[in-house]
């Protein structure tokens, strides 16, 4: 239904007397002023067709003129003399597209229900079976709640675990295994994207962690071009992703950045959840043209869809209606209207058979009378579909010889780049989050300068009287936790949103965990370094702490250590929670619970022997050992209260060391609590690191059946 432009065809035996034939003409190529070439024949515009469209930045929009080679490839091509042969080379390698036809026959998918002991078991999809070719884009539609996102998950290998999916599923003929991956790409309905960056830099950042190492940076860039040009990206190329606080693309552009993410490896076999959700109808048909381009360039495509409007409809190749978790019909969309009408159900002429199916099989519940014909319907047409299928009348597209083409699919599933190629690339896209988020940098910064300033102005020249001793030893302890909460809840708010995206891309195997994890804490250092700088420059001296140069560098790096061991905590709080609320619910919750054990509201001697361990796991403990110990150790001349003459001073503390062992610090030194911070800083990001691992999503496993019917 697309009729824009029909592709030539080059026969493959021929593309080696193209290239010689292009290479011997090369030189009477017009030359253009910044090094291009432009292309003239009708045979190198085939050529360059034939090569691909990943050759070079072509304005896929302007076919207009009548000249073949404008009309192939547009009135302006730019591909420069240098890559020219290279980007032939990685045409003709991306071209190769693994044709990947996919098939399921009785899929059924059954979750438990209700309380324990009424537990029943709720059939989702009930005994779905189909086959989708490549060069197909095949429509699930179906009423709200039918089952769609839960057979494209099951099919796509990516159904969260909890319940039972039976059945079998074969890729190319095969049962499906995990290499299934390298071929396939699943878009999930929310789009999960980074959104302080452009959409040319994710596209990069995509091509750099997906495509293979040995390809030449013009070769990706050519690549993330034609993926652009493929979607109709090129007027928001510089635009940022952007996020509900801060303005970006469209919906429709983020959905199609989406979609260019998981296009970036060149994936043969495409399952996307809605990808016209939210979107106007102009916006929801450009999505569904791209999808339909990618569908026709030979790739297999599978999406979920609402309600579609009728030019949208005509689109569909193969339409899949369920209702109920029941197959309403599988087969050519163009034949659905006439299946409908052998069974009494003809769609007015004029009328979107869209609208008209969703209303055929859809549940009525408004009166019992309505919800009792419904079923009656959706029982009948589910009756019909099976017999049909059985006796071979379903309506099927005719796929004779395409399975006999197919080849196997590559059988490793691996990370295409090098962890250090990771790292690198990881580390910029982090450093980009953080520096970029200029709104979040500077609440942090006012917030730290404001907490700085007002401690100065409350606490100023504290000096050396015994009030000061309560006063400092406060202070001391309240900048520890002010530190505390500040970090781990500025991390509890933004890391789970970001562990989605991560996961979504660990899942499509972009990279290790441990990359991500490095580079993540060395992109926010800076920020802690700034953060620490500024708020001890301001208050260190205003307050009146221990005036030695030392002991003020000492205490930025004590500052600056507890930062650090508070960003690991919220990260490994973070990690293990199952969703973003948890998280801003225990990571607060873990801080009290330090805070109280950091040594200065209950006397170590108080605790219970068998609590007593939290203590040494609070990094507020270490914290507190090592601050007080910087300021008072060795420190002397505090001034006792004046008393009536001929009573003793008592309880005065006239040096630093007095003042520790009130504090029950007396046996501690600096050294031991910076040593126990870095061991905190350590333990909590291996916590994290291994609860990031470990929550990576898990998938439903298909439990074959023995013998397929
Ligand atoms: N793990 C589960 N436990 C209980 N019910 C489930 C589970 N997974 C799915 N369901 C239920 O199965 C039905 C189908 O869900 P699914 O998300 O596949 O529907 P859908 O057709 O994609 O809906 P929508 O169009 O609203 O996105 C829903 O009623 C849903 O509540």
New binding site residues.
Partial sequence: MKPELETPKVADDAFDKHIKDVEAGLDSHKHLANGAISIETDLEAALLQHAGRFMCQVNTRSFKTESTAERLVGPSVFCTTDSLWEAIDLAWQMNKLVKVAIEWHDVTYT?P?GRRKQRKQ?V?IDASSGRVTPGHLLAVM?P????????ISALAGRL?T??RLDGNILVNGQPRTKSFRNVSSFVMQDDELFHNLTVWETFMVAAQLRLPQSMSKEGRVLVVRNVIAELGLSKCVNTYIGNAAMRGVSGGERKRANIGVEMMSNPSLIFMD?PSSGLDAFQAQNVMEALWNLAHAGRTVIA?I?QPRSSIYRMFDLLFL?SEGKTMYFGPAAEATSYFARWGFACPPQYNPADFFLDLISMDYRTSEAETESRARIELLARAYRKASTEGKASILDTAGVLDTLTGIPNTFSFQTSWLRQARVLLWRAWMQASRDKILLVMSIVQVVAIACILSALYSSMGYTQKAVADRTGLLFFICISTAFGNVLAVAHTFPSEKSVVNRERAAKSYRVSPYYLTKLLAESPTRLLQTILFVCIMYWAVGFNPSAERFFIFICIHLLQAFAAQALGIAVSAAANSEKTAQVAAPGITVIFILFGGFYINSASIPVWLAWIRYISFMYYAYVALATNEFRGACCWICDPVPVGQSQGDCLRTGDQILDRLSLGGYETWQGVVGLVGMIILYNCIGYVNLRLTKPRYQPLQALKKRQ
Wanted: net charge positive.
């Fill in positions: 979750v229900v709720r989702i179906g709200t709640g039918c089952g769609k996102t839960s057979l969260p909890g319940g809605e979920t609402h369920l």
